[in-house]
């Protein structure tokens, strides 16, 4: 048997089809052996969701149920690096989501992954567009005294 490199850059016995590949992820949701305390109400869904009430977040935080899902994204990004929930979030969404609402900031409890990562892409763009704004005038100016 050959020892082959993955197209991810990971090594493997053999190569699965794709659809083995995202087959092997999603079952990580399902394992017993990852997500054995955490209640199921409170886990990670494969549609990349957690349901976690705001009066739950000391327990999830402090207890199983984080260090699981930890596992459970682990999992996935040890199969499929580039994994995309049904929500189009990503695991580094889902990871920021967690530590945003395991936080003692303004968001503490907040564990709405989609909305998390739909506020950072639709902040970061209507912070970009007046930058442009501002900017290119200026470079304008700048080349046309140079010049």
């Known amino acids: 048997m050959g020892y082959l490199p993955e197209p991810d850059g990971r090594a493997g016995e053999d190569r699965d089809e794709p659809e083995e590949i995202v087959v092997k992820a999603l079952q990580c949701f399902n394992e017993k052996h990852i997500y054995s305390s955490c209640e199921e109400s409170y886990r990670l869904t494969e549609s990349g969701q957690l349901h976690v009430p705001p ?19 682990n999992c996935v990004d040890n199969i499929l690096t580039h994994f995309i929930f049904y929500n189009h979030a990503t695991i580094k969404n889902v990871k920021d989501t ?19 990562f739909e506020g950072y892409e639709s902040s970061s763009y209507k912070l970009s567009y007046p930058i442009i704004l501002f900017v290119l005038p200026s470079l304008v100016l700048v080349f046309s005294l140079l010049f």
């Open 98 to 116: 967690i530590k945003v609402g395991c936080s003692y900031g303004p968001h503490r409890g907040d564990f709405n992954v989609a909305e998390h």
């Open 55 to 73: 009066e739950y977040t000391d327990e999830y935080c402090n207890g199983p149920c984080l260090q699981e899902t930890h596992l459970v994204l």
